[in-house]
């Protein structure tokens, strides 16, 4: 076998770049993957499964699957968005930024609706930022600086296996010789967590009551704490006190958060007063704040609309210009409103993550999903065009969760005739614009 260095995991946002992968002498089947956690290695060796889809499969009208080529389903999938009045695209993290590019060029075509992951995961951490700004850093600066690393409201252990490893609590760092011994730990969970148990402190905030407890910390911070409630939260003063005062002696702290506190009551308030206890901090000493983004490249998704139209999810592209309302323009709310007349998903998997009522009403829809896999979203699809594995047999650049870019790379060829995201886009662009005579 032939041993490819320096590969890079399409799986989570920590986007580990120090894979490994044992490939065939004729450069086509990977055999070992080194390095990956139990998530990253599963993706890569799913993409080399035997029963995996090579041809585009459109349902007929009995709800079975007939195989089409790819030049029909670029003609279904151009007819059908030339041809709505309110199509939405959705999706975009599971993909490199080049093919998001492409789609930005598909959605301006059509005057899409444009949505990524973001709307169901850290949309409102990305309305904080714009409402508060963001005291940020690298991931290479918490492994060679933080002595002080708090997870709120997530849970690495299972989401972001590597992240406690490479970056947040157990790496020696250039300042942080004594590894994870020379770091304070603190996860904020209503749940006893897999992360929770490897913690100096696990504070059980009560759920949903998230913004009191950022609250009761700032008041520690202005040096009221002895005016505090005895319990705030479900957290004792006495506890709150103690793990305040140890956050302002940090030489480098940091706050990772996640769904928990993006998701739960108060929402993009939550992280506004997240950001705020942060900003405090940095009277004392020198704090960073982080969400813990999942899909791999939902940040560059962010980026990439965010060069091109100034925002990053919820992009209204139907009048010839972008506009931006969370609320009125999220994948979610424009689906339950019956506001939609297409579906268009490449990168992602609504039928698994919106709410039940969302999927039935997209069910109704005619639907593209562009995915490497078979997926809940499928099943309510009326075409799935099975991709290249973007970081597996197509390179291209994705955005790791501290918004540094990565260049990923091919590591195997895709099977014979399949399209890369990009490719297929670019074919639905060419048609359409045949269609639509520009
Ligand atoms: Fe892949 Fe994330 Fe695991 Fe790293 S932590 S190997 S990026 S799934």
Request: aromatic share 8%.
């Amino acid at each position: 076998p032939v041993r490819v260095t320096d590969v890079v995991c399409p799986f989570c946002g920590t986007l580990c770049d120090d894979l490994e992968c044992d490939i065939s002498d004729d450069g086509k089947k990977i055999l070992e993957i080194y390095n990956a956690c139990a998530i990253g290695a599963e993706k890569f060796m799913h993409s080399q499964s035997d029963d995996r889809l090579v041809l585009p499969r459109m349902r007929q009208e009995d709800g079975t699957w007939k195989n089409v080529s790819y030049e029909e389903a670029v003609e279904y999938t151009a007819q059908m968005l030339s041809n709505a009045v309110k199509p939405l695209m959705y999706g975009w993290s599971s993909t490199n930024c080049e093919a998001q590019s492409m789609g930005s060029k598909v959605g301006e075509l059509c005057g899409a609706q444009m949505d990524n992951t973001a709307t169901v995961c850290h949309g409102s951490t990305l309305i904080a930022i714009q409402d508060a700004g963001v005291p940020t850093c690298t991931l290479g600066e918490i492994k060679n600086r933080a002595d002080f690393i708090i997870f709120w409201g997530c849970n690495p252990a299972h989401a972001h296996p590597r992240h406690m490893s490479r970056y947040s609590i157990f790496p020696r760092g250039f300042f942080t010789g004594k590894g994870h011994k020379g770091r304070t730990f603190v996860v904020v969970d209503p749940r006893h967590t897999d992360t929770a148990s490897l913690t100096d402190y696990h504070l059980p905030v009560e759920q949903g009551r998230d913004y009191e407890l950022l609250s009761a910390l700032r008041v520690v911070f202005h040096g009221e704490g002895d005016r505090l409630p005895e319990v705030v939260a479900g957290i004792p003063k006495e506890t709150i006190i103690e793990v305040g005062e140890k956050m302002k002696a940090a030489r480098f702290g940091c706050i990772f958060f996640g769904m928990g506190v993006t998701q739960s009551i108060s929402k993009n308030h939550n992280i506004d007063m997240a950001i705020n206890v942060t900003r405090d901090l940095n009277e004392f000493s020198k704090w960073s704040i982080m969400p813990m983004r999942g899909h791999y490249n939902v940040t560059g998704s962010g980026e990439v609309w965010g060069w091109q139209y100034g925002y990053p999810f919820c992009i209204d592209l139907s009048r010839g210009y972008a506009r931006y309302n969370p609320g009125e323009s999220s994948s979610n709310d424009l689906i339950e409103r019956g506001e939609l007349d297409a579906v268009f998903v490449l990168g992602s998997d609504p039928g698994a993550h919106f709410p039940f009522s969302a999927v039935k009403k997209m069910n109704k829809l005619p639907c593209v999903c562009v995915d490497p896999h078979i997926t809940p979203t499928t099943v309510v699809a009326d075409l799935h065009v099975p991709v290249a594995f973007v970081g597996v047999e197509v390179g291209g650049c994705a955005y790791r969760m501290d918004s540094v870019p990565i260049e990923t790379h091919k590591v195997v060829d895709p099977p014979e005739g399949v399209l890369t995201d990009e490719e297929f886009l670019e074919k639905v662009y060419e048609r359409m614009k045949e269609i639509k005579g520009v």
